[in-house]
């Protein structure tokens, strides 16, 4: 079982990028997608979620309305668009998997069973 996270890197604030959490390893069929970031000093906290089962989707509320994730079951690649990034979230972006048929949450990380190794976003001002 594999996560790959990738499509990282320095992005200027208002502009865009799109992370990609490539799944190997099973289908992402009952289960559940988070991202994850963790900035510079501070502790890791969840950002959104999708379920494969229903797609049903969730995002924290410090990034509603500028990050979108995604999912595409047939590539079993989950995306996550960063749209008018901040500097604020400049953080090393981790996905990571939960078996859940039921939906998603990004709240408890514990729950989540695989982690990819993370990329860096870097919003500059």
């Known amino acids: 079982v594999q996560l790959q996270a990738s499509g990282g890197g320095l992005v200027q604030a208002g502009g865009s990028l799109r992370l990609s959490c490539a799944v190997s390893?099973?289908?992402?069929?009952?289960?559940?997608i988070g991202w994850f970031r963790q900035a510079p000093g501070k502790e890791r906290e969840g950002v959104s979620c999708i379920s494969s089962s229903d797609g049903s989707t969730d995002y924290a509320d410090s990034v509603k309305g500028r990050l979108t994730i995604s999912s595409d079951n047939a590539k079993n690649t989950v995306y996550l668009q960063l749209n008018s990034p901040k500097p604020e979230d400049t953080a090393v972006y981790y996905c990571?998997?939960?078996?859940?048929?039921?939906?998603?949450?990004?709240?408890?990380?514990?729950?989540?069973?695989?982690w990819g190794q993370g990329t860096l976003v870097t919003v500059s001002s």
């Open positions: 390893g099973f289908t992402l069929d009952y289960y559940a």
């Open positions: 990571a998997a939960e078996y859940n048929p039921y939906g998603c949450t990004y709240r408890a990380q514990y729950e989540y069973d695989y």
